[in-house]
């Protein structure tokens, strides 16, 4: 039953995301490695620069062979897949347009780099992660996503 609610308001409340979602996962599903990840489905993407995306229940992210990082970058966009069940329509305006903007703007990720700022310090990114590690029932296992995780701060100290 929870299966069945959680589709339900993905493809009823934030549809939009999913729509968009899911003309992403057809476009690339014939050429690309896809796994399911608790109830989202992980689209593997061999692309120079790209981290990862969430559009509702799909998750598109890099191919990068380093496991650890694949391990935490699924875990982060799944609490975006979370984000988007509650939020809905909302989510393109809470969620992917602020993220977008801070992952890709120059400016912003010179700052980032100067500076020493955690991608995470981001309101809705830390937010994924906190979210990613309660639903996804597990934790983060690299350096960066510990020791900056949790809105640029350390997740050692939260239990789930």
């Known amino acids: 039953m929870k299966k069945f609610l959680f589709y339900l308001i993905q493809f009823t409340w934030g549809l939009p995301q999913n729509l968009a979602g899911l003309i992403g996962y057809l476009i690339l599903s014939r050429k690309n490695e896809h796994e399911r990840f608790n109830y989202a489905v992980v689209t593997y993407v061999a692309k120079e620069n790209f981290g990862g995306v969430s559009l509702g229940i799909f998750i598109f992210m890099n191919s990068r ?6 391990h935490d970058t699924r875990i982060h966009e799944y609490g975006h897949t979370i984000q988007s069940l509650l939020l809905g329509p909302l989510y393109f305006f809470v969620v992917g347009i602020p993220s977008a903007v801070w992952c890709s703007l120059p400016p912003l990720v010179k700052y980032r780099k100067k500076n020493d700022v955690s991608y995470y310090t981001l309101y809705c990114e830390g937010w994924a992660n906190l979210w990613g590690r309660r639903w996804a029932k597990d934790n983060f296992i690299t350096k960066e996503m ?3 995780g949790h809105f640029g701060k350390p997740l050692a100290a939260l239990k789930f």
Request: hydrophobic fraction near 20%; charged fraction near 45%; glycine fraction near 12%.
């Open 146 to 148: 510990k020791g900056r």
């Open 65 to 70: 062979p380093n496991m650890d990082w694949r």
